[in-house]
């Protein structure tokens, strides 16, 4: 018998208020081996279970080419019929890839700033979430409705007056520029406001009455019960800043300081018709994006739908 | 804490530059020269043990974005190659160290071995703001074969021969084929024509000169061949390979530049090599002139090794190492004595641009240049496909020109007012930059450093 | 207080870094576009102008803004339902009792969202080929001719509006996942018995349940879909023809090749108040269902 489902609403309930929906349909999926399905199911799996594949293979076929055609020859995906399956595979573009361009130095350049930015904006971001959920001060509700408006603004709007301020402040062409718009950022204090607000104000209260500082209380208690969102916060800050394009591309004018994403732009434009070098850069832009989400993305999915609720 | 942080780093930092004691040079360069000059610098350094030159490559496409991105974040380099076109754009901004005092005290830099067109296009507002490093300019390239067929033994030297022939070829050819080719997504074919006329394309004002007799002349004549079917209404994308499709016949001239020599003699059979030929372009009563392109070597203003810099340059501009380069990249040489190299005198091909070299001027120097191009550009793509008489296309060109260059006229009157103001305390903010460049006003056409643009266009289509 | 002043000190980081990096440039973006900052003052700031409301009635008076916005809306039209569509399809098949492997599939379905864009706008590239694309090759099997996709003007949205769905899908299908898990199975149940097929249920439990859910998905899509820009840069540079030149892109193009600010920002901000108008509208929309 599967436990009731939670009562019905119209949208998806705050991660705070219900279990993550990863577990139930994980559970609904037991139950249902568990009842037994009956017959005139059978004969409707097939085209479901059809469907399913055709679009799993279509979301993941341009991914699988990407690593088949990074291991062909050179010149060798440049035939018609295109080749699915490599002949003789070999790394050889990934080893002209590493040699004649400065990949690696791009590939550190893009871990260094994605691993900055997400301790500098998951600590911010905790930070303020925290206050705004938990913490009375002036205006605390007025400033976050302020903040929630921001939202609506497309974030290419204030880069170029954010590019005339940089090179006031002297960060044009560093990696503190780079970083400057990610410090911070209103969907992450969003998200852990969501959070936070979990967290029993009873705790907190006792703390302060035992004479706990409130920094104290918040090291102590509330960041171990906000671990679950920390990872969350963590995953999203670095897949953003690992993908970043657009900043980074004006705000560096230096190559051998570029991103990952700015370098690859700039090298499938001088070489494209190296079809096999292109998608060796990209395997290599892919990679680390895609393993932690598959390591972490329970967090990043729970994350998502916790901040799907706009108010 | 902070303060023992900053020494410390100072220290760090001033004590690797003294380290070895050497000054680094940065250099921006792009394309395939970007490749080039890396081979000159070991021969230049090993000459200057105390320069070290750092050499950045910048594709074509993103170059002109990426200087003035360094510009805006005050990130540019000690020297670039800069396309001639851009030399208006930058020198209004106030980026490039005037070098008239540097050359003159070189005696290596004569001006009379400068191709004059080539030198004139370095001068904004009465100042040099850059050394000739290659030039191109674009003439007739033309299938000598079919030009035989259809009854003639010369390529032509005035507008009415060439239309003569045009139509005696194009008759020749049948339907389905041309005479010529003017791609309706490049508008150097009209400003090579535009800047033939004695008439300036941009007055010193500030104003559009498009319904000047001469443009109108030009104009009518590019208009008039695409109209009649002399030449195809398509774009170069539309071309899906230009030296086949010049091989088979699809068209028998081809106005473009010097990269071309390299691609024609690789690309065209080898049997076939003797059906082609160049010429310098013919104008409206006799040879005529052509676009000053290429480009220079610069210094910024901002840079802190000028000296070094203006070394560099110096070398560069050795006849004998333009030649290194010009074997390096297939780039002409404006230096008239490295066209005395056999490789070069002895090529009737390339003696083509040697003459028509003689004989080019600068597009219009001010900023907006491109812009009003591209402008004029749309305008006669569009009227390529239609029936709108020739003056009034002319007059549209003019209209729309005269909204790009307000800004300019705004500054310019402003300029004139504080000019003609008595000198006043407040005054000592006045902008400085426009007045350079300003009073040298617009004039003979500037080459249009497109030539770039177009050869990476066009090993882009070709591979 | 103490408690206050610590309170402060949380939220003093953030609040200063988003000031100073994110509001303060939208307000001098907003100046900016009264102005006609242009190359002229990026050299020297005398050669600024205040023009008042000059650049936005220019804009309007300017034929590759309406293209520009036409192209947005194209894109919008095109990719909102179709992208919606795969993404109800997606989680229908996850939600499905019927389905196998869910852990598997909710993955495969996710990732092209968490790619990073400009890599795989390099592999897409090349699966457009004309020549050598999967695409055209796929296209050959079942009889249809070659489609010159990022060559031909009437081809080149469409394709984007392809790549943007395939990676885009994964992220509505999960948000569409969850409202659906909160459909109870008596409803289907009390359909089944009174003879409900399949269509029918989707029909009469499925998309009434899910609607509120469909709206806020929709909405949030399609101020997504206008903020269209790194595809049609990475992929066709604007092109063919602009065809491909979005809002957002026409105003990189007019602030980071040309320096034009002035004209630039006044894009954008015309961008935010189609945005914010395009917003209010849905949101009455959705008041009125349910109030229903």
Partial sequence: MSEPPPSPSPFP???????????????????????????????????????MWLLGLFAVAPLLWMVSVSLMQPGEAAHFPPPLVPHHPTIQNYVTLFTTTDMARFFLNSLILATLATVISTTFNVMAGYAFAKLEFRGREALFRWLLAALVIPAQVAMIPLFLICKELGLVNSYAGVLAPSIATVFGIFLVRQYALAIPDELIEAARIDGAGEWRIFAAIVLPSLTPILVTLATFAFLASWSDFLWPLIILNDTDMQTLPVALANLSREHVQDFELMMAGAVVTLAPVLLLFLALQRYYLGGLLAGSVKG | MKRAWAIAVALLLGSCARGDGRVTLTVWAMGAEGAAIGQLIPAFEAANPGIRVEVEQLPFAEAHQKLLTGFAGDSLPDMAQLGNSWLPEFAALGALEPLDARV???????????????????????????????????????????????????????????????????????????????????????????????????????????????????????????????????????????????????????????????????????????????????????????????????????????????????????????????????????????????????????????????????????????????????????????????????????????????????????????????????????????????????????????????????????? | MNRERAAWGFVAPALVALTAFFFLPIVAALLLSFTDFDLYALADLGNLRFVGLDNYLTLLRTPLFWKALGNTVEFVALGVPLSIATSLGAALLINSKLARFKGLFRTVFFAPVVTTLVAVAVIWRYLFNTQYGLINWALGAVGLGPVDWLGDPHWAMPAIVLFAVWKNFGYNMIILLAGLQTIPDELYEAARIDGAGPLAQFRHVTLPALAPVMLVVSILTMAAYFQLFAEPYVMTQGGPVESTTSILYLMFVQGFQFWNLGFATAVAFVLFAILFVLTLVQLRVVRRWSDR
């Fill in chain 2, 104 to 463: 003159a005290a070189t005696p290596g830099l004569d001006r009379a071995d400068y191709f004059e067109g080539i030198r004139d296009s370095n001068v904004i507002g009465g100042r040099l703001y850059g050394v000739p490093w290659y030039v191109d300019t674009r003439l007739l390239f033309y299938r000598r074969d079919i030009l035989a067929r259809a009854g003639f033994d010369r390529p032509p030297t005035t507008w009415a021969e060439w239309r003569r022939q045009m139509v005696a070829i194009k008759k020749l050819v049948g339907p389905g084929r041309h005479a010529v080719l003017f791609p309706l997504n490049e508008y150097e074919p009209l400003e090579v024509l535009g800047l033939q006329q004695a008439e300036p394309m941009v007055t010193a004002d500030g104003h559009g000169n498009f319904e000047s007799a001469g443009f109108e002349r030009a104009l009518a004549f590019y208009l008039g061949t695409i109209r009649s079917g002399l030449a195809p209404a398509i774009a170069n994308t539309e071309i899906a390979n230009v030296w086949d499709q010049f091989d088979r016949g699809e068209f028998s001239f081809y106005i473009t530049g010097p990269w071309q020599l390299g691609e024609f003699a690789r690309r065209i059979p080898a049997a076939r090599q003797d059906e082609w030929a160049t010429a310098p372009m013919p104008g409206p009563d006799g040879p005529g002139a052509s676009n000053a392109g290429g480009s220079s070597l610069v210094v910024f203003r901002k840079s802190g090794r000028k000296d070094a810099a203006w070394k560099l340059i110096e070398y560069l501009s050795r006849p004998a190492v333009e030649l290194r380069f010009h074997r390096l990249t297939g780039d002409l040489p404006p230096r008239k004595s490295a066209w005395r190299a056999p490789e070069l005198a002895g090529d009737p091909r390339a003696r083509a641009f040697a003459e028509q070299l003689e004989r080019v001027k600068p597009t219009p120097k001010v900023p907006e240049w491109e812009a009003i191009a591209t402008m004029m550009r749309t305008v006669t793509e569009a009227a390529a496909h239609d029936a709108m008489p020739v003056a009034a296309v002319a007059a549209e060109i003019d209209r729309r020109a005269d909204a790009i260059l307000a800004k300019r006229r705004w500054m310019l009157g402003r300029e004139a007012r504080a000019a003609s103001q008595s000198p006043s305390p407040f005054r000592r903010f006045a902008p400085p930059s426009l007045s350079r460049w300003e009073r040298e006003g617009a004039r003979s056409a500037q080459p249009s450093g497109k030539g770039e643009g177009d050869r990476l266009l066009a090993k882009e289509s070709a591979s």
């Fill in chain 1, 13 to 51: 309930l705050g991660f705070a208020e219900r279990a993550p929906s990863l577990s139930q349909w994980e559970r609904e999926g037991g139950a249902q081996r568990r009842k037994g399905e009956g017959q005139p199911h059978k004969r409707r799996a097939l085209p479901v279970n059809v469907a």
